[in-house]
């Protein structure tokens, strides 16, 4: 089975992803937007440049006696980012800065801005047509000044994007922990706590899914209420009209005729039965009902005697062996008495050989000989009317009861077959929950 997604991980990474994607794409966008405006400053410089230039450079080297061409002598030791010459009118260059190079140069540029190779070029000519100054600036240039805009300002945000980062995934998480807790409240309850749910702080997108668990939770114990009334009253009403049909069974054995007494017999065996029945079922309505806790912890030992004292006087008793120690619980007296005798019950009844009932600091354990169960029949015998593959008399309702009833109290049964380190058996233990750790 796949792991289940996480909302905050999804909500993190979405917010976090959209804000790198908003991010990446506001830079590049700044960054066209940047590159033209730079274009823009820089032919302008490039204009101005070369239509201040040209009138100097004629004022100063275009003498058609000067020699041809002739390079302007340098003023300083550094270079010229800008280059230029000067032709005349057959396009013989008369006139080179400093810097200037004969490959770039090398064919004539025609009027305006041009670009070749990895130069910008701008022509501009006199009045008169016969002088044209081109000026040259390399691309290198324009790259590197974008280049150095778009660090001054992709540098500090890539400083804060772990930043904002971590702050949106501390937002979803602060967002989200109401969601954790109304999702730990009903975690933490079982099927006996409907109370309604108590989170508090919960955000309005929240509290309609609260308000539908609480209705759910309402209707789910109405409905469980009227089955447990249901299974109490009736075997509550069915014990009076049973007894009076069980003494007149039993007042017809003695006064029926031979030929009709195994008749009797069988009736008062059925009738029997159903005195059982009814009683376990009275039994089930306590273990499912919410009654199985005690005030305060409790030592269950003085309960175990009595229940397996009253054991030893049926006519298994004498399989049954104990070792009962001191175990503190929160557990009703009564309930955990129904929970033993149903345990041990189960063991005289089904199974061979001693019985072994012990209580410790590890809950109640019970244990009994006889062939190993199938895993999936081991599964199934907790179950109401679940019942193995033995043909002994049962109604299939012990195991389901002792499991009500530790689930009520928050106790764990465990069942096992064969019994661990033995190759047979059966072994049935009621864990109580272990204290948490500060």
Do not use: C
């Not at 032919?43 to 450079?57: G, V």
């Not at 030791?77 to 770039?104: F, I, Y």
């Not at 400083?159 to 975690?187: C, H, K």
């Not at 308000?211 to 009076?240: C, K, P, Q, S, Y």
């Amino acid at each position: 089975m796949s792991r289940p997604r996480s909302l905050r991980r999804e909500l993190a990474l979405g917010l976090s992803g959209a804000i790198v994607l908003l991010w990446t794409v506001a830079t590049l966008s700044a960054a066209y937007v940047v590159r033209d405006e730079m274009d823009e400053t820089f032919d302008s410089a490039l204009q101005e440049t070369a239509e201040r230039l040209l009138p100097l450079a004629l004022s100063d080297g275009t003498d058609d006696t000067a020699p041809v061409p002739r390079r302007i002598a340098r003023a300083g030791e550094h270079g010229e980012n800008l280059t230029w010459v000067v032709r005349d009118a057959e396009g013989t260059v008369r006139l080179w800065s400093p810097d200037a190079r004969a490959e770039t140069f090398a064919q004539p540029v025609p009027p305006g801005f041009s670009t070749s190779g990895r130069h910008r070029f701008y022509a501009v000519s006199d009045l008169s047509g016969r002088w044209t100054l081109s000026i040259a600036e390399p691309l290198s240039n324009r790259r590197e000044a974008v280049r150095e805009t778009l660090v001054a300002f992709v540098a500090p945000m890539l400083l804060l994007l772990p930043l904002i980062l971590a702050l949106v995934v501390w937002r979803t998480r602060a967002a989200l922990a109401r969601l954790g807790d109304l999702s730990r409240e009903v975690q933490g309850r079982d099927e006996t706590d409907l109370r309604p749910l108590a989170t508090q702080g919960l955000q309005a997108e929240l509290l309609p899914l609260r308000d539908a668990v609480d209705r759910l939770m309402a209707r789910l114990g109405r409905a469980i209420a009227a089955e447990r009334g249901f299974t109490a009253n009736a075997a509550h009403e069915l014990r009076t009209p049973m007894a009076a049909a069980l003494a007149q069974a039993q007042r017809l054995i003695v006064e029926a005729p031979e030929a009709l007494r195994p008749r009797a017999e069988r009736l008062e065996q059925e009738l029997k039965r159903l005195a059982r029945l009814a009683a376990k079922l009275l039994e089930l309505s306590r273990a499912e009902g919410a009654a199985v806790l005690a005030e305060t912890p409790l030592d269950l030992a003085p309960i175990l005697e009595i229940v397996v004292d009253d054991a030893r006087h049926g006519p298994e008793g004498l399989r049954l062996r104990d070792e009962i120690g001191a175990l503190e619980a929160r557990m009703d007296p009564d309930a955990f008495a129904i929970l033993a005798r149903n345990l041990i019950e189960n063991a005289l009844r089904h199974g061979e050989g001693a019985v072994e009932v012990t209580l410790g600091p590890e809950g109640l354990r019970v244990t009994n000989g006889g062939p190993a169960l199938a895993p999936d029949l081991l599964a199934r015998i907790p179950q109401r009317f679940a019942r193995g593959t033995t043909t002994r008399e049962g109604l299939g309702l012990g195991l389901a009861i002792a499991a009500g009833i530790a689930r009520g109290a928050g106790w764990r049964l465990a069942l096992a077959s064969p019994i661990p380190g033995r190759p047979d058996g059966f072994e049935a233990r009621a864990i109580p929950p272990q204290p948490r750790i500060a």
